[in-house]
């Protein structure tokens, strides 16, 4: 979006399969949250790979917000991120008509 902020998901890259992991099995007991949403976290497997296995980029969903926001919500992991890729509805446009 023109503002920064996502509207639906984004991918988190980490350092190593482990750190993403640790992040994986932490969703699973207390939620990471913005704006009192819950955040859904997984694996975003390689492209063509069906199957969310172990890997060192996650998938957030049901996510509003900007970098910045979530890299806050995230900060117990915050060392380990290596990059963090914001999506919205625009940018798929963009990606579709490229």
Same mark, same amino acid.
């Given at each position: 979006?023109?503002?920064?902020? &996502?509207?639906?998901? =984004?991918?988190?890259?980490?350092? &190593? *399969? @482990?750190? =993403?992991t640790?992040v994986?099995? @932490? #969703? $699973?007991?207390? #939620?990471? $949250? *913005?704006?009192?949403?819950? %955040? $859904?976290?997984?694996?975003?497997?390689?492209?063509?790979?069906?199957?969310?296995?172990?890997?060192? !980029? %996650?998938? !957030?969903?049901?996510?509003?917000?900007?970098?910045?926001?979530l890299?806050s @919500?995230? $900060?117990?992991?915050?060392s &380990?991120?290596?990059k963090?890729? %914001? #999506?919205?509805?625009f940018?798929?446009?963009?990606?579709a &008509? #490229?």
């Amino acid at each position: 979006m023109a503002d920064g902020r &996502s509207r639906g998901f =984004a991918h988190i890259e980490f350092a &190593s *399969i @482990a750190d =993403a992991t640790s992040v994986v099995e @932490a #969703s $699973k007991t207390s #939620s990471f $949250k *913005i704006l009192d949403r819950e %955040l $859904k976290v997984d694996y975003a497997p390689p492209r063509f790979q069906h199957t969310p296995e172990p890997y060192h !980029v %996650l998938y !957030v969903s049901e996510f509003v917000g900007n970098e910045e926001e979530l890299r806050s @919500a995230m $900060k117990d992991y915050g060392s &380990s991120i290596t990059k963090v890729t %914001l #999506s919205s509805f625009f940018s798929l446009l963009s990606l579709a &008509s #490229s």
